[in-house]
């Protein structure tokens, strides 16, 4: 039997003000004045343009794994129907990111540039291996148990593996270059943050589902995988950045975020404590001075119908309290 979704009735404890969330802070792309940047895109030396390119290349490439098959692998697994529409909602939410970073290349960089990058992204082994690592987690979804990893390889990829990648965009903005650029990456880390607590939720109430012993081995195999994925994030982020000296402090945002993606599981932090570039936050602050998740951004364009109340996500506000802190 086919059941139709019913809003009308509370399903889940958290689907409606995640769908409610999601569709307040939906955003488009060609709603961001990107030609803006063409300037200071100029200006930027041929190494800056290059490592631009390839981390929007290789964070491309991850939106499209998680827009095409990611989330649409977890929400067929997931039985309450409200969670699968928010699920689904996330998945086009990748698509649009994929396709920001689009706008961005065809807006600022030549057709060759452009086509070096994406050449680059499908031939990078440190980016192939992380995107077929997730992957694999993801067509391996058959029970709670192979959907509670695969939920936890969503968090990683959202709260984690995406930010090597948004450094860059991040550490240019918070120096007042490319900002439009930038706002998009504000928006898009916006979005993750959330994706990121949902999907959280969701794993920590399938492994509530799961016997003693398969509790004990998602315990264990947790640091084994985020372990896996540093190194090759570590790799990565050199081969990035090495060129322009700031892999070890990209590294350090990277553990950062890692630690988040394990409080987003219900885990404690795994890395050490550490300072992030004060630029970077700058960065992260880009799109205006109101909370989290009150408007799209500051040069978000879109007209706003309704203002959002301060206390209207007082839940969520609550759960990402001191996120990029």
């Not at 399903?11 to 961001?32: G, M, P, R, V």
């Not at 450094?167 to 439009?180: F, T």
């Not at 930038?182 to 016997?211: C, N, P, W, Y």
Request: hydrophobic share 40%; glycine share 6%; with cysteine.
């Amino acid at each position: 039997m086919i059941k139709p979704v019913n809003w009308n009735e509370q399903t889940s404890d958290y689907a409606n003000i995640f769908w409610e969330q999601n569709t307040k802070q939906f955003w488009l792309d060609t709603e961001i004045p990107v030609s803006k940047d063409k300037k200071v895109w100029e200006s930027l030396t041929n190494t800056e343009q290059e490592v631009y390119m390839k981390v929007l290349a290789g964070l491309t490439l991850l939106d499209t794994e998680q827009g095409g098959v990611g989330m649409p692998k977890v929400l067929q697994h997931v039985d309450d129907l409200q969670e699968k529409a928010v699920l689904a909602f996330m998945a086009a939410m990748e698509q649009v990111h994929a396709k920001s970073y689009s706008t961005i290349f065809t807006t600022l960089a030549t057709k060759k540039q452009i086509d070096d990058a994406f050449k680059w992204a499908e031939e990078n082994k440190w980016l192939q291996a992380k995107a077929m690592k997730i992957d694999s987690i993801y067509e391996d979804i058959k029970d709670d148990y192979t959907l509670a990893k695969a939920l936890i390889a969503s968090v990683f990829l959202e709260s984690f593996l995406f930010y090597s990648g948004f450094y860059y965009p991040l550490y240019l903005a918070g120096q007042g270059k490319l900002k439009n650029s930038g706002e998009i990456i504000f928006l898009i880390t916006r979005d993750e943050a959330i994706h990121g607590v949902f999907v959280g939720l969701l794993f920590q109430k399938i492994k509530s589902k799961l016997t003693k012993t398969d509790k004990k081995r998602i315990d264990e195999s947790i640091h084994v995988l985020l372990n896996e994925l540093y190194e090759i994030e570590c790799r990565y982020s050199e081969d990035i950045y090495d060129d322009i000296g700031i892999a070890s402090e990209v590294k350090k945002f990277v553990r950062h975020n890692a630690n988040k993606a394990l409080m987003n599981l219900g885990y404690e932090p795994y890395f050490p404590a550490e300072e992030i570039d004060q630029i970077v936050l700058n960065g992260l602050s880009s799109g205006g001075t109101f909370d989290f998740f009150s408007l799209k951004g500051g040069s978000y364009v879109k007209a706003k119908v309704e203002p959002i109340r301060n206390g209207d996500f007082e839940y969520l506000n609550e759960l990402m309290k001191g996120y990029y802190k």
